[in-house]
C-alpha cells in the first residue's frame, strides 16, 4: 500500500506512522521524487488494517496496491523516474539516450574507435561486455576486469560512461568499480541473489527482460532492486523467445507503452539481441523511438565480421550514423531529443 501524507503534515506525524508500519513487520520506504512525503509500504501487506493508518494524523489517503509489486508501480509515483548516469547525462528525462558499443569489450583500440565514432554521432554512452554469459561453455566468455579497465580508459579519454553486465554476486563489488551502469543480462533477469546484490549499490542499472519473463515478473525483479534501496533502475526490453524463428528473438514493442503505464520506470530497447540480425537493427530501432522508448542499447563495431561474440547482429559504424540520422527527426516529431 501507498500512504499519502498531508501537504505539510509535520515530522513528528511522519515518524508516527513510520513507526506504526514497522511494528507490523512492514518495510516503510520514503519516495524521492513526489511534492508531499508518500510512503511506500512493503512486505506481506495481508494482515495490514488500511483503516487503522487512515486514521493517524497526517495521512491524506492511503492507497491498497492491487499489483504484486509496490515500488516500481505507476500507482507510487506519478512523475517519470529520472536515472542519473553521470554529469548532463539522465535516462528518463527528455533527451533519448544511446548506449552503444561492441557485443564483448575486445581491445582498447576497437573501444576507443568505437567510441569516438559513436560519441562523434551522439551517442551517450559506451557498452562492451566484460564478464560474457555465453550459451556454451567453451565460447568466449570475456576478458574480466581487463575489459573493465579497457572501458574506464577509453571513459577517461572521452568522457563517455560505462555500461557493463555484472553476471554473478560475487562479482558486482568489482563490476562496480568501473561501470557507470550495472547491466543485468536476460538470463539472470530471475537470479534474486544478484538482484538483492546490485540493489545494495546505489549505481543505475540496466535490467534485461528475461526471454521468456512476462512483464509481470520482469517489473518483480525490478522491485528486487528497488526493495533493497535502490531507485536506479532502467528497463530494458530485448526481445522475447516466441515460436518465430526468422528472428532470434521477437521484440516486443508493445512492452514500451505497457511498462510505461505500469511504471514509472525508464523503458530502453536493445533491437541488437531482439533480431539477432544486423539487417533488422536500424528498423527496430526506429520503431523503438516512435513507440515511447527512453533509449537504445544498440551492438556497434568498426569490423563486426571480426568481433568476437554475436557478429551476425552487429552494426558496423557508417550504419550507426544513419541510424542516428533516421532517428533524430522522429524524436523531434514525438517532442524529444536526441
Ligand atoms: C548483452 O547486452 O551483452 C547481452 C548479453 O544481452 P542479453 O542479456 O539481452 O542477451
Ligand atoms: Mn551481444
Known amino acids: 500500500m501507498i500512504i499519502v501524507m498531508k501537504k505539510n503534515a509535520p515530522q513528528d506525524q511522519i515518524d508516527r506512522v513510520l513507526e506504526e508500519v514497522k511494528k507490523g513487520e512492514l518495510k516503510p520506504m520514503l519516495l524521492s521524487g513526489t511534492e508531499r512525503t508518500v510512503i511506500a509500504v512493503i512486505g506481506d501487506e495481508r494482515l495490514t488494517d488500511i483503516k487503522h493508518f487512515r486514521a493517524l494524523l497526517g495521512v491524506e489517503n492511503v ?12 500507482d507510487t509515483k506519478e512523475n517519470n523516474t529520472v536515472v542519473k548516469i553521470a554529469p548532463g547525462i539522465s535516462i528518463g528525462g527528455k533527451k533519448i539516450h544511446i548506449i552503444a558499443g561492441p557485443c564483448s569489450v575486445e581491445s ?9 565514432f559513436a560519441k562523434r554521432v551522439g551517442c551517450t554512452i559506451q557498452r562492451g561486455g566484460a564478464f560474457k554469459p555465453r550459451t556454451s561453455p ?6 574480466g576486469e581487463e575489459g573493465l579497465k579497457i572501458m574506464a580508459k577509453v571513459r577517461e579519454k572521452t568522457g563517455v560512461p560505462v555500461c557493463t553486465e555484472v553476471t554473478d554476486p560475487r562479482l558486482v563489488e568489482l563490476v562496480d568499480k568501473y561501470a557507470d551502469i550495472l547491466q543485468i543480462g536476460t538470463k539472470n533477469m530471475q537470479n534474486y541473489s544478484l538482484l538483492k546484490e546490485v540493489g545494495k549499490t546505489k549505481k543505475p542499472v540496466l535490467l534485461k527482460r528475461g526471454f521468456s519473463a512476462t512483464i509481470d515478473e520482469f517489473l518483480m525483479s525490478a522491485e ?3 526493495s533493497e534501496g535502490n531507485e536506479n533502475v532502467i528497463l530494458c526490453e530485448r526481445g522475447i523467445r516466441t515460436h ?16 510505461k503505464k505500469l511504471s514509472h ?6 533491437p541488437s539481441h531482439a533480431a539477432g540480425n544486423r539487417d533488422y537493427v536500424v528498423a527496430l530501432s526506429r520503431a523503438a523511438i516512435a513507440v515511447g522508448a ?27 550514423d544513419k541510424l542516428m540520422s533516421e532517428l533524430k527527426p522522429i524524436a523531434k516529431a514525438i517532442g524529444r531529443e536526441l
Open 265 to 270: 520506470l525508464p523503458v530502453i530497447i536493445d
Open 108 to 116: 582498447y583500440e576497437v573501444q576507443k574507435q568505437t567510441v569516438d
Open 294 to 320: 527512453d533509449g537504445i542499447l544498440v551492438e556497434v563495431h568498426p569490423d563486426p565480421e571480426e568481433a568476437s561474440s554475436d557478429a551476425d547482429q552487429i552494426i558496423d559504424l557508417e550504419t550507426l
Open 224 to 226: 528486487y532492486i528497488m
Open 244 to 259: 518465430e524463428t526468422t528472428t532470434r528473438n521477437t521484440l516486443d514493442i508493445s512492452a514500451v507503452p505497457v511498462l
Open 138 to 143: 567453451y565460447a568466449f566468455q570475456g576478458m
Open 63 to 74: 492507497i491498497p496496491i492491487l499489483k504484486p509489486y509496490t515500488l516500481v508501480a505507476r
